[in-house]
């Protein structure tokens, strides 16, 4: 079985845009910029023998703030520049109710079971409570990167950091 490090991406990968407090994800095309580091940080994940997946909620798409043809513009920036394996999205509102929408593990479970990935072996790296909370469902350890949201706080990550690339740099330490 193979070992990924699946990533959220706003906020994680590129930058979110945070009005009092929360952030929000880029709508437009022209807004998507990655973070300092990210992009070294998966290609040093890659080069290191990691699966790097992306598991984003995206309700925008729901809300009709996002048209698919803006995101898919986005996670193909992220695809061309081999800078991930594959990108797993949920485009529910919480009142949908799926099982794709973090903090549930579905997007983590459905990409395991594509590419063999054994889930206890990974890491879920993410800046909100939903995506520790969907890692630790997951069985995976978990990386809270921290930007000082105002908003509810994740519970018992393993480690917590500033930046994907401080993520990265723990990774290699705790593989080493």
Not at 80 to 97: E, N, R, T
Not at 130 to 151: N, P
Request: hydrophobic share 45%; net charge negative.
């Amino acid at each position: 079985m193979r070992k990924a490090v699946f990533l959220d991406r706003d906020g994680v990968i590129n930058r979110s845009e945070v009005r009092g407090g929360k952030p929000y994800a880029p709508t437009r095309v022209e807004d998507f910029e990655l973070l300092p580091g990210s992009a070294e940080a998966m290609a040093a994940l890659r080069a290191a023998g990691w699966l790097v997946i992306v598991v984003t909620n995206q309700p925008d798409l729901a809300t009709g703030q996002q048209d698919l043809a803006g995101l898919e513009a986005m996670h193909r920036s992220l695809r061309d520049g081999s800078l991930v394996d594959d990108i797993k999205v949920c485009p529910h509102l919480a009142s949908h109710q799926c099982a794709c929408r973090k903090p549930l593990p579905g997007m983590l479970v459905e990409a395991a079971r594509e590419w063999d990935i054994d889930l206890g072996a990974s890491i879920m790296v993410g800046d909100r409570w939903r995506d520790v909370d969907a890692g630790r469902a997951a069985g995976c350890r978990t990386i809270f990167v921290d930007h000082g949201y105002a908003e509810r706080r994740p519970e018992r990550p393993d480690a917590i950091v500033k930046s994907l690339l401080q993520a990265q740099q723990l990774i290699a330490q705790w593989t080493a």
